[in-house]
């Protein structure tokens, strides 16, 4: 069981700390109504929605068996985000104002955008911490699977987490455009 539990490194996951990719979509338009229509028509979700992040948690820890026991050494977790955003792809001589409004609405999304990046870090960190705390257990089977539980429900409370977060900011958001 020793060798077993030395060689044991969960999962095959290699992301370490955050790793975040941008793409973007184009928003163009000579007019407020204009812009409105290429964010709905190229935007995330049908263009439903204004930006969008896919969050992918890789936690991975090591068993140690020490006096019978196993528990868990070296306890990380990283993360793989991809963000959609917005960029200005419209005219050089489009007005002005539509400019700057797309300007405002850029970097409105991308702030956005980047909290739901700060909150998943949160929940990493939080994820890792618990993992390392974890109670040794008789043999690595049942730790392993009390670990993945931990993470199960870590990852719920991070969802809930992302909802509260848009929930809090739906309103302002939607008055961008």
């Not at 007019?31 to 929605?49: F, I, T, Y």
């Not at 990493?124 to 049942?142: F, G, P, Y």
Request: net charge positive; charged share 30%; glycine share 10%.
């Amino acid at each position: 069981m020793g060798l077993l539990a030395g060689l044991l490194f969960l999962g095959g996951w290699t992301v370490k700390g955050t790793e975040v990719t941008e793409r973007y979509y184009p928003i163009a338009g000579r007019s407020h109504a204009e812009l409105l229509a290429s964010v709905k028509r190229h935007g995330p979700r049908g263009g439903s929605a204004y930006g969008i992040g896919f969050i992918d948690f890789f936690p991975g820890y090591r068993f140690e068996t020490k006096s019978g026991a196993c528990r868990i050494r070296d306890a990380d977790v990283g993360l793989r985000i991809a963000l959609k955003l917005p960029q200005w792809k419209g005219p050089d001589d489009a007005p002005r104002s539509v400019k700057r409004l797309a300007a405002r609405f850029e970097r409105a999304i991308r702030a956005h955008e980047f909290q739901h990046v700060k909150i998943a870090k949160r929940h990493a960190r939080r994820m890792a911490q618990a993992l390392s705390r974890m109670r040794a257990e008789d043999n690595c089977w049942i730790l392993r699977r009390k670990a993945n539980e931990l993470i199960a429900r870590h990852k719920k409370e991070h969802l809930g987490s992302q909802r509260a977060f848009d929930n809090r900011t739906r309103k302002g958001i939607k008055r961008l455009l």
